[in-house]
């Protein structure tokens, strides 16, 4: 059963910086494509960024600038660095990887706020 465990939430002020963090429990290079999905209360989830195998790069319009997406093999983990946080990059933040099938974390909260 594959396992993906997110870390690195909290409570920032506007402006500031957090990463994110996604370990899994096998090899990430057997994946097709790894991401980051937030979701507001009241709204729908959403993609935030999204890495390939290959090594390409999505963005949500709303992140592009801000946000940096990377994974590291050798750790079996993902990042998501958050920089510029606003009030409205506030959610649960979900890690996500396809292989044959669709993996999600639990989730970690971000909350911007002052």
């Known amino acids: 059963q594959v396992q993906l465990v997110e870390s690195g939430g909290g409570l920032v002020q506007p402006g500031g910086s957090l990463r994110l963090s996604c370990v899994a429990s096998?090899?990430?290079?057997?994946?097709?494509?790894m991401g980051w999905y937030r979701q507001a209360p009241g709204k729908e989830r959403e993609l935030v960024a999204r890495i390939t195998e290959g090594g390409s790069l999505n963005y949500a319009d709303s992140v592009k600038g801000r946000f940096i997406i990377a994974k590291e093999n050798a750790k079996n983990t993902m990042y998501l660095q958050m920089n510029s946080l606003k009030p409205e990059d506030t959610g649960v933040y979900y890690c996500?990887?396809?292989?044959?099938?669709?993996?999600w974390g639990r989730g970690t909260q971000v909350t911007v706020s002052s």
């Open positions: 996500h990887s396809a292989a044959s099938r669709n993996y």
């Open positions: 096998i090899m990430i290079n057997a994946f097709d494509a």
